[in-house]
């Protein structure tokens, strides 16, 4: 055999076996060898354990307490409830994120239209964690729904436990994990500035202001404030039966808020991010026109801290460790 044939056919094994060399199909499995699947992570959200892809390319997010940690991640989403998301969020301005409507009045459909990989289900849309899978039966959908309980004897661990969990668990998703392990380092830091500022004997009262109307915020059940009492150990001024956590309160009289005199008073402004809000009052001038309120102890001492605008609509880990900071900052004066 000559020295030129010998060669070709060296030549031709080598190209042989750098194609084999390549990805090839396994008999046993079907399964292409050499080829990298989809990077997955398991998760647990409140119905169990699931498989979720990293980096997904479609995102839909429906709970309210992520939209800012998303955002800050520079997260593209696909569709989400526009009618739910603040004013300077980056995301309701998009023309590319398709709207799923309010919660009240849904538009299921707009989350299939996209085809989603993940869907994120929480708060006011958890009701809708089952009609959802069967809509996007190829999509991971998690439920991210912190369920406190108005009968809890600890709603403030529950609290800060489900902030904490959502927020790791979007880190393991988006992998960002230094970045949530940031916020929530953030948000221990803002309990203990509160834990250190507060004299353990000074009086709260808390309020929601809505369409120029003062509801209580009740220790323990009350919406937003309720669970700081669990947290930081709050004195409250004044306690009722049969609180609720209603998002505008419980019905209580000015006068009875003003004959607890309060040394401190927490409002929320609940009108604050829904633009053009019917009868919407700014909670400040609510609170200011309140004769009752101008005897109080708070008042007179100007010891009242508004949460931030967005809080009624933005209840992020972010929003909380801000809250938190500012209450720390004021019970320091």
């Given at each position: 055999m000559g020295k030129l044939k010998v060669s070709l056919m060296l030549t031709v094994l080598i190209f042989v076996l750098a194609a084999c060399g390549g990805t090839t199909e396994t008999k046993e499995t079907g399964?292409?060898?050499?080829?990298?699947?989809?990077?997955?992570?398991?998760?647990?959200?409140?119905?169990g354990t699931i498989d979720v892809p990293v980096n997904p390319e479609k995102v839909v997010a429906l709970d309210n307490r992520t939209f800012e940690t998303l955002a800050a991640w520079?997260?593209?989403l696909a569709a989400a409830p526009i009618g739910l998301l603040p004013a300077e969020s980056p995301y309701a301005k998009d023309s590319d994120i398709a709207d799923v409507g309010m919660h009240f009045e849904p538009n299921l459909e707009a989350i299939a239209g996209v085809d989603p990989d993940v869907v994120i289900v929480g708060q006011r849309f958890a009701d809708?964690?089952?009609?959802?899978?069967?809509l996007v039966p190829n999509a991971a959908v998690i439920d991210l729904y912190i369920d406190i309980p108005e009968d809890t004897g600890t709603p403030g661990e529950i609290l800060v436990k489900g902030l904490t969990d959502t927020t790791l668990t979007l880190g393991k998703i988006f992998d960002k994990?230094?970045?949530?392990?940031?916020?929530?380092?953030d948000l221990d830091n803002s309990i203990d500035g509160v834990k250190s500022a507060y004299n353990g004997e000074d009086t709260i009262m808390s309020v929601i202001v809505s369409g120029g109307d003062i509801g209580f915020s009740a220790p323990i059940s009350g919406r937003?404030?309720?669970?700081?009492?669990?947290?930081?150990?709050?004195?409250?001024?004044?306690?009722?039966?049969?609180?609720?956590?209603?998002?505008?309160g419980d019905e209580v009289s000015v006068e009875a808020i003003a004959e607890s005199n309060p040394d401190w008073l927490f409002v929320l402004d609940r009108d604050a991010p829904l633009a053009g809000a019917e009868g919407a009052v700014p909670?400040?001038?609510?609170?200011?026109?309140?004769?009752?309120?101008?005897?109080?102890?708070?008042?007179?001492?100007?010891?009242i801290v508004y949460a931030p605008n967005?809080?009624?609509?933005?209840?992020?880990?972010?929003?909380?460790?801000?809250?938190?900071?500012?209450?720390a900052q004021a019970l320091k004066k």
């Open positions: 399964e292409v060898e050499g080829a990298e699947a989809p990077k997955t992570v398991e998760i647990t959200d409140a119905h520079d997260i593209e809708y964690y089952e009609d959802i899978k069967k994990n230094e970045e949530a392990a940031q916020l929530v380092a937003v404030y309720g669970p700081m009492y669990d947290i930081f150990g709050w004195t409250p001024a004044l306690e009722v039966e049969k609180a609720t956590g209603d998002h505008q909670a400040a001038d609510v609170i200011d026109n309140a004769p009752a309120l101008q005897k109080t102890t708070a008042v007179k001492e100007k010891n967005d809080t009624y609509l933005n209840e992020s880990i972010q929003t909380y460790a801000e809250m938190f900071n500012d209450i």
